[in-house]
């Protein structure tokens, strides 16, 4: 800033004759590197991931599809590991009173199924699980979902069943929290989407705070590319993908969010 | 839950139809009053020659409306609207304050106000620097392109101090901008009606491309707007809120620059003011006792 504050000295008024081009550019050049300093770094990008050209966290093992046996919102069950053999599965455990986060994720996710080619959208699945099965009754959660995309499988089932789910994939089962007011209570939850590949794990996951490019980056490579689209690629399941550094501690419990924000 | 904001910044909790109070907002438009108020009654009554009558009133009208402005600009519910959920709200106060309430803020000052700032050579020395026009539409590009930037964005409108720095760069840069246009002091005689037209046009180009770019975007560009919670209004995703954006920005802000543009037109043709008077003798370093004038010159009492 010293070589600014010189220009300054000998441009400023009364202290001869002063060039308003030169100020300009001096002007210029201080705000161009004011901006640079401003702004904020990059989001820190997965390095294990970004390697393999992804924009998710990577986790420091694949974590298995969980073996549950949910109730959709018609009432019938769904196998999860049967039902979604062989798809790209996104799974995220939510709420539909859920103020931010989870109508962020939906939403995002949505819109950008909405701009892939027909034939990849076929090849992912969406399931949103709730955690607050007390109040997103079938009759709440379909409509709910439906806001964002009719294809997204809305699941619900006992608590015992929710919470051992999440507990499968290495996350704290949601807890209620009690907030006041109108909406009574909120649940903490896991913020992060999984996605399981075609060969039936989780590799990567989406934590808040992943933008619709990032999907728009990422979902296609997880159907076209992603482990277990070819045969080589699924005779790593079970293994650690790439060998490289863990970005996520604790088997990707990642972000934990009541509701209440970002 | 809410705890009290001095100025409005996004926060990440859902939105609510519910008062907020901003007190930074009021003390900062309060102050801008007081300053009016106390030049309005140093300027005293107008004086016969000096400027009509009606001038004066225009005057005051011009600087209620400019104050009035930006408080509803900077309060809730714009504010927070525009600081943490709607990109669309956010190109409304940017509008507002870089391409509305700078001209009207300046279009209400008092001939004597400025007269007195002719008298003070500090501070004109001070004004005719900033208020080169080069140098003004430099500053206002630089600053309408930097607020735009998303990174710049998004770390700003996360705090409170940031997001007043991003209304302030848009006030005082609309300011700047806006005075060789609307204020004869100092008195710029090369600053012909044809040169403001062009200064007009290109200063304001940048929000042309701003615009454009947010309306073609295939993705939001501001983590701010895109990861806010849903703001209640159906069908409006962060995309299209984007596009709304873009299209206040092209559609509101494009049209008031082609208005000014017009009215420094037709009046240039309507009076041929400048033209007459470019000898030497008009090249004034600012002692000549003159006055605002509307843009175009044609309200100068000087």
């Not at chain 1, 199924?113 to 699945?125: A, E, G, K, S």
């Amino acid at each position: 800033m010293q070589q600014y504050a010189s220009l300054f000295r000998r441009l400023r008024p009364g202290s001869g004759r002063s060039s308003p081009a030169r100020l300009a550019l001096a002007v210029a050049v201080a705000l161009a590197t004011l901006s640079v300093a401003c702004a904020s770094p990059a989001p820190a990008a997965d390095h294990a991931a970004a390697e393999r050209g992804y924009r998710g966290v990577m986790l420091p093992a694949p974590v298995e599809k969980p073996a549950t046996v949910l109730t959709t919102t018609s009432g019938e069950p769904y196998d999860l590991r049967e039902r979604t053999r062989g798809q790209v599965t996104l799974l995220f455990f939510g709420y539909a009173n859920c103020p931010d986060v989870c109508p962020v994720h939906m939403a995002n996710i949505a819109t950008v199924l909405q701009r892939m080619p027909y034939d990849q959208v076929q090849r992912v699945t969406v399931v949103f699980v709730t955690v607050d099965p007390e109040r997103d009754t079938p009759e709440k959660l379909r409509p709910w979902l439906d806001r964002f995309d009719p294809r997204f499988v809305a699941l619900t089932g006992d608590t015992a069943t929710l919470n051992a789910a999440q507990r499968e994939l290495g996350v704290s089962p949601a807890v209620r929290e009690e907030v006041g007011g109108a909406s009574g209570y909120a649940m903490a939850h896991a913020a992060q989407v999984y996605a399981f590949t075609r060969d039936g794990l989780a590799h990567i996951v989406y934590p808040f705070g992943t933008r619709q490019a990032d999907w728009a980056h990422d979902l296609p490579r997880l159907v076209e590319e992603g482990w277990g689209a070819t045969p080589a690629a699924s005779s790593r399941s079970g293994s650690t993908p790439d060998g490289s550094t863990p970005a996520v501690e604790g088997g990707g419990t990642g972000a934990v969010v009541t509701g209440g924000g970002r | 839950m809410n705890a009290v904001q001095w100025w409005c910044s996004a926060r990440g909790v859902s939105w609510e139809w519910k008062w907020q109070p901003y007190p930074g907002v009021w003390l900062f438009v309060a102050v801008l009053a007081g300053i009016y108020w106390w030049l309005a009654r140093r300027g005293g009554e107008p004086e016969e020659g000096r400027e009509s009558r009606a001038m004066h009133s225009g005057r005051a009208v011009a600087a209620v409306l400019g104050i009035v402005s930006l408080w509803l600009t900077l309060d809730w519910p714009v504010g927070t609207m525009g600081a943490g959920y709607l990109a669309g709200v956010h190109a409304i106060q940017f509008v507002m304050l870089a391409m509305v309430v700078p001209p009207l803020l300046l279009l209400g000052i008092r001939p004597a106000a400025l007269e007195r700032l002719a008298a003070h050579r500090g501070w004109l020395g001070f004004v005719r620097l900033v208020t080169t026009p080069l140098l003004a539409m430099v500053l206002f590009t630089a600053a309408m392109v930097i607020t735009h930037v998303p990174r710049v964005v998004d770390r700003l409108m996360a705090s409170q101090p940031g997001s007043f720095v991003l209304d302030m760069a848009w006030l005082l840069s609309g300011l700047v901008f806006w005075w060789p246009l609307m204020v004869r002091v100092p008195r710029r005689a090369r600053f012909v009606p044809p040169l403001r037209m062009v200064y007009l046009f290109f200063g304001t180009l940048a929000h042309v491309f701003i615009a454009m770019w947010l309306l073609l975007s295939p993705f939001p560009v501001y983590a701010t707007y895109e990861l806010a919670p849903p703001f209640p209004f159906p069908g409006l995703d962060p995309l299209i809120d984007q596009q709304v954006a873009g299209g206040v920005m092209l559609l509101v802000g494009s049209p008031l620059v082609l208005v000014a543009i017009s009215i420094i037109f037709f009046r240039w043709l309507g009076t041929g003011e400048e033209r007459p008077r470019t000898g030497p003798g008009t090249s004034s370093t600012g002692s000549t006792p003159t006055s605002a004038a509307a843009i175009g010159g044609g309200a100068s009492a000087g």
